[in-house]
């Protein structure tokens, strides 16, 4: 491992304050030679530098790093300065800007049309009760055609049935936002409504489980995941790429991006600018064609 005074002492110190297996140690060890040997000198001995670091990372970047490996090295870095400062080996003021450059925002992927419409006809093809499926198959078309969050559509009571043309929603940070109910969308809630043999009363939960108990958003997620498996659907295909489709399938129609914002529940208009196709006819149509009592 390091010769350095202290490379060795911080090295030293991960051992047997920190209790790091040898593995790590070596790991941790092999991050901080990669800057040393950049920056050369007596690096470790001296402050660090802004110029050299950001060197240090275009570097990095030149060679094709991965980002967690450029954001272990950063914190190993960071580590290593950081006890060096506490022991008063080096006279470090500042070690807020040695960071590792942030990941660029991930832009949403929506569920395709076509994944949509596989996803809401595959429920009905399942084993279970009936009023289950169109439980399920209520909660996804009010994801797609509504654009809720699925804490938003989890709590929902039966107090807000039968859904009208608008929905009042509270959202993140008591936010409350109206939300369009298309037909389909209302006459699917309102069969399963019709279908369910639990009815707790008003303020029991619209969506419940086999046991009358409030259906989880753990228990949605496996729903879509269970789907996605069986249709072989891409691995970004879960509740909230549903509510990515509303806003994307909306912006691809023509809406108006402050429109969707207020759709949305969005604080922000450049959370809503990251969408880059749902309309009232196509909802229509996957309804049409995957409600097995449509016609």
């Known amino acids: 491992m390091g ?20 593995n790590t140690l070596a790991a941790y060890d092999s991050d901080l030679d990669d800057y ?18 950001r060197g240090w990372l275009a570097d990095m970047g030149g060679r094709g790093l991965a980002r967690t490996t450029v954001a272990r090295r950063v914190s190993a870095l960071r580590s290593f300065y950081r006890f060096c400062g506490r022991t008063g080996r080096i006279d470090i003021n500042d070690l807020s800007w040695l960071r590792a450059p942030r990941p660029p925002k991930s832009v949403p992927k929506p569920v395709s049309e076509e994944d ?17 499926k169109q439980r399920d198959f209520a909660l996804l078309m009010m994801l797609y ?9 989890l709590d929902l009571t039966r107090r807000d ?48 489980s086999a046991r009358g108990n409030a259906f ?16 072989s659907l891409p691995a970004y295909v879960t509740p909230h790429a549903l509510r990515h489709a509303f806003a994307t ?7 108006d991006l402050r429109a969707i914002q207020e759709l949305l529940g969005h604080a922000s208009l450049s959370t809503t600018q990251r969408y880059t196709n749902v309309d009232e006819a196509h909802l229509l149509r996957l309804h049409r064609e995957t409600h097995p009592r449509s016609g």
């Open 3 to 22: 010769g350095s005074s202290n490379r060795t002492a911080w090295l030293a110190w991960l051992e047997s304050e920190r209790r790091y297996g040898a």
């Open 36 to 53: 040393l040997g950049y920056a050369g000198g007596d690096a470790d001995n001296a402050p660090p530098d802004r110029r050299r670091f």
């Open 116 to 132: 949509a419409r596989a996803l809401l006809a595959a429920i009905f093809k399942r084993r279970g009760d009936d009023w289950a």
């Open 145 to 153: 055609g509504s654009g809720l969050r699925v804490s938003e559509a």
């Open 161 to 208: 049935t039968p859904l009208d043309k608008w929905l009042r929603i509270t959202g993140k940070g008591g936010k409350i936002r109206e939300v369009p109910v298309l037909p389909a969308i209302a006459e699917a809630v309102a069969d399963y409504v019709g279908a369910c043999p639990f009815d707790g009363g008003p303020d029991a939960p619209l969506f419940v």
């Open 216 to 231: 989880g958003a753990r228990a949605a997620q496996r729903l879509v995941e269970s789907l996605r498996l069986e249709l």
């Open 249 to 255: 399938h909306l912006l691809g129609n023509g809406a």
